[in-house]
């Protein structure tokens, strides 16, 4: 497979399970929360290297998982106190990823890690970064990653997709049907920062954010089935991927940043154009109002 | 230690620590208001977008220059306020996700415009990196002055307006009724805030800054009620914690200061959440545990007399069954026991209490308060008052509602049978007897 | 047989404002019992705390002489309005079968007849042809039928509804009666927080008159009297003489 190509595929799949995971996000009004959880995953993962000695992705996994709880926990028991809920957030994630900049500057140095590379993700290095099993080379280390996060994904929202809609619906209702509503949150915090982490390496953690939020915000101006809105979030990021990848290219800059751009003007066309929730179809609608009014 | 003390003498670092300390001040306290107004992240989303704006300036300018740096982030700041507001009006997107999009995709393109401009330069891209996560080293003495003139005059303005800042902030429509041009004053509180945002960002960065604004003021609230402490607190926690994140990175190679500063910031948080005196934990905790004291004496008070009343033979109750009665956890029981007994309101002989007449004095007021607040909620809105439990006094209504009160407590079957002989004897509550 | 329903000395407090105080009742089968009350009065908070929504200081409570968790598809909850994400993106019939959802299971999909009862319950609430419409494009008596449809589907044999007429149109009014007396003709038990006290002596066979305490519970013949609801309502009653002897008027013709 081309070098083109590997890059690609691994954007694709960053898209895939953000978008995915992020329609939920975007749906239960929590998009600050993985704004929060994709800042502090780094401490996770410098957490998970001191801890481990070394880069494996499964340590760097385990980690995020890890911190994407507590934060969650912190900003829970914060809001219990009485903190408001975005001070809480505010305080909470800037406080752990301050840390893990800190701890990376004071002994990441001599190693891959490096904090423009957190921040931004090195997707060019991707395809050499191999994974080796009894010497046969099966590919980038990070499409593994991303696949087999992508594959959980995938299957913990088929398995329980009842339970993820009628939790970000009617979570009272939800609790008097005898559905575990915390347990599903903690759930879909974890998926969360699985996909953070495993994002990282390409794309850095401010503009998983991107892909997080702005596909699954973009399907919801285009449709008024849930279930539609997944596959559009998930086309959608693939496609800003895509186009992301391409310009980057043509004008020399930063891949993760044209892809988190392609992102905002994708949302900006459906902003005005989508004939459902978009500026042009209200404008439609009320004209067509309108004429119906004359007519009659 | 040493070398850290030498540094003080170094006039570049007072400079710097001079700005610094005036930013802090600044962010902490218009922080407070955006704290207030519930913008905590609209701040953080201003933060961000503020890096394709000095990406720009940079651009169009040539070389670094804090005073287009300031403009260029202040205007995409402003712009990114405006999208977001949009944004939530004109579509189903809610406010959350709006800032979530407008944070991301112009940070993106911010960094888009970055590489490029990496890319294209030599040398003279020096200075945008610093804006990321900061580094107060990077600044210059002309860099000082502005950014220390802006805190002053924000400073200034907070001083002159505060009453109406106040006032908007809390209830605008009253603003507004009393004649308060809010749309004005709210745009000039934006436009602070933007400004506070941008002066500190090439000291904390971008990602950082949000923190700033949040962090001193949701700190400075756990010490005081009344704003104007608490907006002047925010500021002196803003401004120690820029200092001595600023100190530390100054004197350590190749630490960003926006991480040590907020770092600084969050542990006077924290150290407030637990200490402080107005809503902190240790004080919450100390008073929980005076209050489950005394609720489990009152408890076991009500209690006996309840038994009191409902036997009318038995004045002897076991232990057992007052403490069945309600419900008073295992580790207070010896304690009431102990308490009750020694301020000689109840009797103890093998496990069984009864009450003493002092007892019963106190038994009755507690029920006869208890029940009366009791029947005043089931019928609080025909009251003029509206108590609380803590605040509720027979002697806060007027003579008719006391009246009506006392009929409905006798309406409901809830009038205290056992009266106490000194109240029998001295006819002190005379509305009781009148009835 | 056990009770649909049996409430003993329950008691709740909200940040030490007791909102509750030993209510305790017995609900007999196949009836319609109204709980009647003044606003705060604790009518809201005694069905969430029933359904587990809300902690209880003390007190217990027995579904069919069982536990809540153990009986919870025999029990269905048509909560107030305002809870729900209206933009969420969902229609009428999606709402409906997620009443199902108790029926079908963990990690399972809906079957065709789940989907065929969902769509039986919006035809009985008469919402049939709005069943691709997307919830925040139906009116709020519309909205109103869909939840009941939604409650419906759960094909429980006690109900919970949480003030079900307020700010409904008078086709809706219509048809929640005409559902909840059907609902009794097929032997279920229904709990209703009633508002509206003209209604009362013609919806409810029993009627739970509530201000913190239970102020009296029974038959609406025996219990719906102006004595009772005198000490429900305290003073406010004023304007009630006159209108039980208005009912029987038009009753009688």
């Known amino acids: ?296 | 230690m040493k070398e850290f003390f030498l540094q003080f003498q170094d006039p570049n670092t007072q400079w710097v620590l001079f700005g610094t300390l005036l930013l802090g001040l600044s962010s902490g306290v218009l922080g407070s208001f955006a704290l207030l107004r519930k913008q905590s992240l609209i701040g953080d989303a201003m933060a961000h977008a503020a890096l394709p704006g000095v990406c720009i300036a940079f651009l169009l300018y040539g070389s670094k220059s804090l005073f287009w740096f300031i403009i260029g982030a202040a205007i995409s700041g402003f712009i990114s306020t405006w999208l977001i507001h949009i944004i939530v009006k004109k579509s189903r997107i809610k406010e959350d996700s709006a800032i979530g999009i407008v944070l991301s995709v112009f940070f993106g393109f911010g960094i888009v415009l970055l590489t490029y401009i990496q890319n294209e330069s030599t040398g003279n891209k020096s200075g945008l990196d610093d804006f990321i996560f900061g580094q107060a080293a990077s600044l210059v003495k002309s860099d000082v002055i502005l950014i220390s003139t802006i805190s002053v005059v924000l400073l200034l303005l907070t001083t002159l307006f505060y009453k109406e800042f106040k006032i908007i902030t809390f209830d605008p429509s009253f603003a507004k009724g009393i004649g308060l041009p809010v749309k004005w004053f709210d745009s000039i509180l934006i436009i602070m805030i933007v400004l506070a945002v941008v002066i500190g960002l090439q000291t904390v960065g971008v990602i950082l800054m949000a923190a700033m604004l949040i962090t001193p003021a949701i700190a400075a609230r756990y010490w005081t009620d009344r704003l104007s402490f608490m907006i002047i607190l925010a500021g002196l926690i803003g401004a120690f914690s820029g200092g001595v994140g600023t100190l530390i990175s100054t004197t350590t190679k190749g630490l960003p200061t926006g991480p040590l500063i907020i770092v600084a910031a969050t542990s006077i948080f924290i150290l407030s959440l637990i200490f402080g005196p107005k809503k902190g934990l240790l004080q919450a905790f100390i008073k929980h545990l005076k209050l489950r004291k005394k609720t489990a004496l009152n408890q076991f008070l009500l209690s006996l007399y309840d038994l009191n009343e409902q036997s009318l033979h038995s004045k002897l109750f076991s232990e057992i069954e007052v403490f069945e009665k309600r419900k008073i956890s295992k580790s207070l029981q010896q304690y009431v026991i102990k308490e009750l007994s020694n301020k000689g309101l109840i009797s103890v002989e093998d496990g069984q209490v009864s009450l003493t007449d002092k007892g019963l004095e106190a038994a009755y007021e507690l029920v006869l308060n208890h029940r009366l607040y009791e029947t005043y909620l089931m019928h609080e809105l025909e009251f003029q008052e509206v108590m609380s439990h803590k605040e509720f006094s027979i002697s806060l209504l007027t003579e008719k509602e006391k009246q009506k009160l006392y009929q409905l407590l006798e309406l409901h079957g809830r009038k205290p049978v056992l009266v106490p002989n000194s109240l029998r004897a001295h006819k002190k509550k005379v509305f009781i007897h009148e009835l | 047989m056990a009770h649909p329903l049996s409430v003993e000395n329950i008691t709740v407090a909200y940040h030490k404002k007791p909102v509750l105080q030993e209510v305790s009742f017995s609900v007999p089968e196949g009836k319609l019992i109204g709980i009647i009350g003044p606003n705060g009065a604790g009518k809201s908070t005694l069905i969430k705390t029933i359904l587990g929504l809300i902690p209880k200081a003390s007190g217990s409570i027995e579904f069919f002489g069982d536990t809540y968790k153990k009986q919870i598809k025999r029990i269905g909850y048509v909560p107030q309005r305002g809870t729900v994400d209206w933009d969420f993106p969902t229609n009428a019939l999606d709402v409906v079968t997620m009443g199902r959802y108790g029926h079908i299971g963990w990690m399972k999909r809906p079957k065709k007849e789940d989907i065929e009862i969902a769509k039986a319950c919006l035809k009985k609430v008469g919402m049939l042809e709005y069943a691709n419409r997307q919830i925040s494009q139906l009116s709020g008596g519309q909205q109103q039928r869909v939840f009941l449809a939604r409650a419906l589907a759960q094909d429980a044999d006690l109900y919970f509804m949480d003030e079900p007429f307020v700010g409904v149109d008078a086709a809706t009014e219509k048809a929640i009666v005409t559902l909840l007396n059907e609902l009794k003709e097929r032997g279920k038990t229904v709990l209703v927080v009633h508002h509206d006290l003209q209604t009362v002596k013609e919806y409810f066979d029993w009627v739970l008159l509530l201000n913190m305490r239970v102020i009296a519970y029974g038959k609406t013949e025996e219990v719906f009297n102006l004595e009772n609801l005198q000490k429900t309502y305290g003073g406010k009653l004023a304007f009630l003489e006159e209108r039980p002897t208005l009912v029987k008027e038009n009753r009688s013709v």
């Open chain 1, 1 to 296: 497979m081309s070098y083109e190509a590997w890059i690609l595929l691994t954007a694709s799949l960053v898209g895939a399970s953000c978008g995915l995971i992020g329609s939920f996000l975007v749906l239960r009004k929590m998009a600050m929360l993985s704004d929060a959880i994709s800042h502090s995953v780094l401490l996770g993962i410098v957490g998970a290297y001191f801890i481990s000695q070394s880069l494996s992705g499964v340590y760097m996994l385990i980690g995020a998982g890890i911190v994407g709880l507590l934060t969650t926990l912190f900003v829970q028991l914060l809001s219990d106190k009485g903190v408001q809920s975005d001070a809480a957030i505010g305080v909470v994630f800037t406080f752990l990823f301050a840390i893990g900049v800190i701890l990376l500057s004071l002994y990441g140095g001599n190693v891959h890690l490096d904090v423009e590379h957190a921040l931004m993700g090195e997707i060019a290095f991707i395809p050499w970064d191999t994974l080796e099993i009894n010497g046969v080379d099966i590919g980038p280390k990070s499409v593994w990653m991303l696949g087999f996060v992508l594959v959980i994904n995938v299957l913990l929202t088929i398995l329980f997709y009842k339970e993820f809609k009628i939790s970000a619906f009617d979570p009272e209702m939800a609790l008097a049907l005898g559905i575990p509503v915390t347990f599903f949150h903690y759930l879909q915090m974890t998926m969360l920062s699985l996909t953070t982490v495993a994002s990282f390496d390409s794309v850095g953690a401010i503009l998983v954010v991107a892909m997080l939020i702005v596909p699954a915000a973009t399907a919801y101006l285009l449709t008024d089935r849930l279930i539609h809105m997944l596959w559009m979030s998930i086309a959608i990021g693939v496609l800003s991927a895509f186009i992301g990848y391409y310009s980057a290219s043509l004008f020399n800059v930063s891949i993760s940043g044209a892809m988190a751009t392609a992102t905002g003007i994708l949302f900006a066309l459906a902003f005005i154009f989508s004939p459902l929730h978009g500026l042009l179809g209200k404008w439609l609608a009320q004209k067509n109002v309108r004429m119906e009014v004359k007519k009659g």
